[in-house]
Nanobody, 124 residues
Framework: QVQLVESGGGLVQPGGSLTLSCVATGGTSNDYSIGWFRQTPGKEREGIACISSHDGATYYAPSVRGRFTLSRDYAKNTAHLQMDGLKSEDPAAYFC?????????????????WGQGIQVVVSS
């Protein structure tokens, strides 16, 4: 059973940068893909980025493509979401999730294990 813990959230000014980390325990990196999601009150959870279980292949939602970069340290079972050029529409609770080793998806139901989430606030 993979357990996930997010870190790195907080307050950042518009246009600023923040890096979120997701540390996984209870499994090995090659056993699962990683997805990042965000959610604001009253809205559905939005998939924003995902990375494969073995070769670093990534996929991004249009809302973050070109601004966010997802990477993975397979040896340390850690994934990092580098967020640059943060905008007023980016504040949310951000979640990482672990899914099957095959395939990439931004759909929440693809993932089976979730972190508890971390808050990102963008404000001047």
């Amino acid at each position: 059973q993979v357990q996930l813990v997010e870190s790195g959230g907080g307050l950042v000014q518009p246009g600023g940068s923040l890096t979120l980390s997701c540390v996984a325990t209870g499994g090995t990196s090659n056993d699962y893909s990683i997805g990042w999601f965000r959610q604001t009150p009253g809205k559905e959870r939005e998939g924003i980025a995902c990375i494969s279980s073995h070769d670093g292949a990534t996929y991004y939602a249009p809302s973050v493509r070109g601004r966010f970069t997802l990477s993975r340290d397979y040896a340390k079972n850690t994934a990092h979401l580098q967020m640059d050029g943060l905008k007023s529409e980016d504040p949310a609770a951000y979640f990482c999730a672990a899914g099957p080793p095959m395939g990439l998806s931004l759909r929440p139901h693809f993932y089976t294990n979730w972190g508890q989430g971390i808050q990102v606030v963008v404000s001047s």
